[in-house]
């Protein structure tokens, strides 16, 4: 009668070890692209992204729906810079590296802007 439940303690501990490796392995898979380059095509059928894109220095900068560009689903400029990945925020603790701001005028929305491309 010991041996069943030494049998079963054993299988038990391994597979909760094997869970454990498995949810630790997907967790460190999944790679934030905060701030990493996106592509904002002047010729996209889709006007935001084509306004976006155009960088014509009209606006102080410009946030659109990226699809499948951007892991955060949302590519945007800031100033004139190069397009960057970003996502909304409400604090600057929510950007790593980076700082939280509206820089689409009027929009009350704050995203994540990389401290390499506002300054400290």
């Known amino acids: 009668m010991i041996r069943p439940l030494r049998i079963n303690r054993t299988i038990a501990i391994l597979s909760m070890l094997g869970l454990w490796a498995t949810s630790i392995f997907f967790l460190s ?36 729906d990226s699809g499948t560009s951007c892991e955060t689903g949302t590519c ?25 701001m509206e820089f689409v005028f009027q929009t009350n929305e ?3 802007v990389p401290t390499s491309i506002v300054g400290n």
Do not use: M, Q
């Open 76 to 100: 945007g400029r800031f100033s004139g810079s190069n397009p960057f990945c970003t996502r909304l925020c409400t604090e600057d603790s929510e950007c790593p590296d980076g700082k939280c």
């Open 110 to 112: 704050k995203h994540c």
């Open 29 to 64: 898979s999944c790679v934030d692209d905060l701030y990493a380059s996106c592509v904002l095509d002047p010729a996209s059928k889709d006007e935001a992204i084509a306004a976006c894109g155009r960088n014509d220095g009209s606006a102080r900068g410009c946030v659109v």
